[in-house]
């Protein structure tokens, strides 16, 4: 399979070249169509334009060195020099054969990658994003074969290239029950306030409109009746009054030429279209379209209050529902993105890993081994995403002040793809050739456990760390050394208060013993030094008769 091999790993490519193709299309269809074969090349058919299209080829082929505007200038360039020589049609088939032919190996790349052919049947069936891509051929031939205006639908395929159009198109489908059933309450007021218009207020359902110039026909697609006839006919029918205050206009016809307004309500079912299309459409509601009333009409506090009533329930309240809920939702899926970008680029997919997410990588990577029961394999991008929303591991900050960045930890140390073609190597290898750690992680793989993956682990960390504790210990040292220091000098000063104490104690007990010669059993200066510490105690002489003498006593 070396031909499907390099067709798979080029499907990016061949993605980029079909929308490109369908761009180019589009664009000459929007200039020349509708076009005739004999006049295709009639503007272009000067020597002056055949002259500016060579020099356009040459600045083409020159910006190709330049690596600035890519192949796209000289493809245009060619594009122009096939309308100059085959015609508008010709270049528009063999464009649209180029890009059938593209899509149709970029389908091949698609299988190859996803291995759909060989999960049967019903795989194929559910994978949308085949089905897309089948349904893309299929416009292409229908562009190719049956009309050129096939080919704006291929545009659409925009939205599947870029994810913000798509997260567009998802704000309205994720949450499609709740904008359904808020459209649905709003069908039901428009037909409440239809109903309410046709029975008190079908006078005032008068439209202006612009007939086309040779439309003489009076049958009606909704059978409105016309005139002013048909409408008291109408209304006697239904056994209401149809004469009032209010003056009906008539359908006039004068010089060929009709009246340019007309009754929108003779009937209840045009009554609904009418308030369902001008009066969803309208910033004031249904009242702008109505004909405007006199305030000395009996029937203008009506008027006002079912102006008033449609305007802010079903245009503030209804619709502003819908919008809401769509740009909210809009709102979280842009928040999602950011949120899988930032973990994305903050965090390391092989050691922030956790259990349960190992579990899913388990059933994405590893298939069954009943071919009975095929089932869909996760891609290995889709199963990370999973994985980074759910993962509580190593993040970018540990790695600062590092030996190692960020970067290259997860291109180096923990690069996922050596993982994973480390599994296809064990999957493909021979058992006999295998090696101690290949046995042990083909048991692990088989047993459907990822325990061998370094979660929350990282070599770059283990020798930091280490270094880490080396140094704590060179600081704890150094401060050990240093309190030491300061203990051995209050040590000295302390004897050194201890010999001052003792020196003043003898010259304190020479001069007392001169005044009481017969009561001295102590020293004068009794020094207490508790615990090691530097407190001086001074005591009163222990004497038989009474205190210390004072001043008086001397």
Same mark, same amino acid.
């Given at each position: 399979?070396?031909?499907?091999?390099?067709?798979?790993?080029?499907?990016?490519?061949?993605?980029?070249?079909?929308?490109?193709?369908?761009?180019?299309?589009?664009?000459?269809?929007?200039?020349? =169509?509708?076009?005739?074969?004999?006049?295709?090349?009639?503007?272009?058919?000067?020597?002056?334009?055949?002259?500016?299209?060579?020099?356009?080829?040459?600045?083409?082929?020159?910006?190709?060195?330049?690596?600035?505007?890519?192949?796209?200038?000289?493809?245009?360039?060619?594009?122009?020099?096939?309308?100059?020589?085959?015609?508008?049609?010709?270049?528009?088939?063999?464009?649209?054969?180029?890009?059938?032919?593209?899509?149709?190996?970029?389908?091949?790349?698609? !299988?190859?990658?996803?291995?759909?052919?060989i999960r049967g049947y019903k795989a194929m069936v559910m994978d949308v994003e085949f089905l897309y891509h089948v349904g893309?051929?299929?416009?292409?031939?229908?562009?190719?074969?049956?009309?050129?205006?096939?080919?704006?639908?291929?545009?659409?395929?925009?939205? =599947?290239?870029?994810?913000?159009?798509?997260?567009?198109?998802?704000?309205?489908?994720?949450?499609?029950?709740?904008?359904?059933?808020?459209?649905?309450?709003?069908?039901?007021?428009?037909?409440?306030?239809?109903?309410?218009?046709?029975?008190?207020?079908?006078?005032?359902?008068?439209?202006?409109?612009?007939?086309?110039?040779?439309?003489?026909?009076?049958?009606?697609?909704?059978?409105?009746?016309?005139?002013?006839?048909?409408?008291?006919?109408?209304?006697?029918?239904?056994?209401?009054?149809?004469?009032?205050?209010?003056? !009906?206009?008539?359908?006039?016809?004068?010089?060929?030429?009709?009246?340019?307004?007309e009754r929108a309500c003779d009937t209840l079912l045009m009554c609904i279209v009418t308030v369902m299309n001008h009066g969803?459409?309208?910033?004031?509601?249904?009242?702008?379209?109505?004909?405007?009333?006199?305030?000395?009409?009996?029937?203008?506090?009506?008027?006002?209050?079912?102006?008033?009533?449609?305007?802010?329930?079903?245009?503030?309240? !209804?619709?502003?529902?819908?919008?809401? !809920?769509?740009?909210?939702?809009?709102?979280?899926?842009?928040?999602?993105?950011?949120?899988?970008?930032?973990?994305?680029?903050?965090?390391?997919?092989?050691?922030?890993?956790?259990?349960?997410?190992?579990?899913?990588?388990?059933?994405?990577?590893?298939?069954?081994?009943?071919?009975?029961?095929?089932?869909?394999?996760?891609?290995?991008?889709?199963?990370?995403?999973?994985?980074?929303?759910?993962?509580?591991?190593?993040?970018?900050?540990?790695?600062?002040?590092?030996?190692?960045?960020?970067?290259?930890?997860?291109?180096?140390?923990?690069?996922?793809?050596?993982?994973l073609y480390f599994i296809v190597l064990v999957r493909v290898k021979n058992k006999t050739d295998y090696t101690g750690p290949?046995?042990?992680?083909?048991?692990?793989?088989?047993?459907?456990?990822?325990?061998?993956?370094?979660?929350?682990?990282?070599?770059?960390?283990?020798?930091?760390?280490?270094?880490?504790?080396?140094?704590?210990?060179?600081?704890?040292?150094?401060?050990?050394?240093?309190?030491?220091?300061?203990?051995?000098?209050?040590?000295?000063?302390?004897?050194?208060?201890?010999?001052?104490?003792?020196?003043?104690?003898?010259?304190?007990?020479?001069?007392?013993?001169?005044?009481?010669?017969?009561?001295?059993?102590?020293?004068?200066?009794?020094?207490?030094?508790?615990?090691?510490?530097?407190?001086?105690?001074?005591?009163?002489?222990?004497?038989?008769?009474?205190?210390?003498?004072?001043?008086?006593?001397?």
């Amino acid at each position: 399979m070396p031909l499907i091999y390099w067709f798979s790993r080029r499907m990016t490519l061949w993605g980029s070249i079909s929308f490109n193709l369908a761009v180019f299309i589009n664009i000459i269809i929007a200039f020349f =169509y509708p076009y005739v074969e004999g006049a295709s090349t009639g503007v272009l058919d000067s020597p002056l334009i055949s002259l500016l299209f060579w020099i356009l080829i040459c600045f083409s082929i020159a910006a190709l060195f330049t690596k600035s505007y890519s192949i796209r200038p000289l493809i245009v360039a060619l594009i122009l020099r096939s309308i100059y020589y085959l015609g508008i049609g010709p270049t528009l088939n063999i464009l649209g054969a180029l890009n059938l032919t593209n899509k149709i190996v970029f389908v091949v790349s698609f !299988v190859g990658n996803r291995g759909t052919f060989i999960r049967g049947y019903k795989a194929m069936v559910m994978d949308v994003e085949f089905l897309y891509h089948v349904g893309y051929i299929l416009t292409s031939v229908l562009g190719l074969f049956a009309h050129e205006l096939f080919y704006s639908i291929l545009l659409f395929d925009l939205i =599947y290239r870029e994810e913000t159009l798509f997260n567009v198109i998802k704000s309205v489908t994720r949450n499609g029950r709740s904008i359904l059933l808020t459209a649905l309450l709003a069908l039901i007021l428009v037909y409440l306030f239809s109903i309410v218009g046709f029975l008190f207020l079908k006078d005032d359902f008068i439209l202006e409109v612009d007939r086309l110039p040779n439309n003489h026909s009076r049958a009606s697609p909704l059978g409105m009746p016309h005139g002013t006839a048909a409408f008291v006919g109408t209304c006697s029918r239904d056994k209401m009054d149809c004469v009032s205050g209010v003056s !009906v206009p008539e359908v006039l016809e004068e010089d060929g030429e009709l009246d340019s307004t007309e009754r929108a309500c003779d009937t209840l079912l045009m009554c609904i279209v009418t308030v369902m299309n001008h009066g969803l459409r309208n910033g004031g509601g249904v009242g702008d379209i109505l004909r405007k009333p006199s305030k000395d009409e009996s029937l203008f506090p009506a008027r006002v209050v079912y102006d008033l009533l449609f305007f802010f329930i079903v245009i503030i309240i !209804v619709l502003n529902l819908i919008f809401g !809920v769509i740009i909210d939702t809009f709102a979280d899926l842009r928040s999602e993105k950011q949120k899988k970008e930032e973990i994305l680029k903050t965090t390391c997919f092989i050691c922030a890993v956790t259990q349960k997410a190992q579990n899913e990588l388990s059933e994405a990577l590893i298939p069954r081994t009943n071919a009975s029961t095929p089932r869909k394999p996760g891609p290995l991008q889709q199963v990370a995403l999973q994985w980074f929303l759910k993962a509580d591991g190593l993040e970018r900050d540990k790695f600062d002040n590092k030996t190692v960045s960020f970067e290259e930890h997860i291109k180096l140390e923990h690069n996922m793809w050596n993982y994973l073609y480390f599994i296809v190597l064990v999957r493909v290898k021979n058992k006999t050739d295998y090696t101690g750690p290949e046995s042990y992680v083909a048991q692990m793989i088989k047993n459907k456990n990822l325990d061998w993956f370094p979660r929350m682990r990282a070599m770059s960390l283990v020798s930091n760390e280490g270094e880490g504790e080396q140094n704590e210990i060179r600081i704890l040292q150094d401060k050990l050394n240093s309190t030491m220091k300061l203990v051995s000098h209050l040590t000295a000063q302390l004897n050194e208060l201890k010999e001052q104490c003792l020196h003043e104690d003898e010259a304190a007990r020479d001069v007392l013993v001169g005044w009481f010669p017969s009561g001295i059993k102590s020293g004068v200066c009794d020094t207490l030094i508790e615990n090691e510490g530097l407190v001086l105690t001074l005591t009163s002489s222990k004497h038989p008769e009474g205190p210390w003498p004072t001043a008086s006593a001397e």
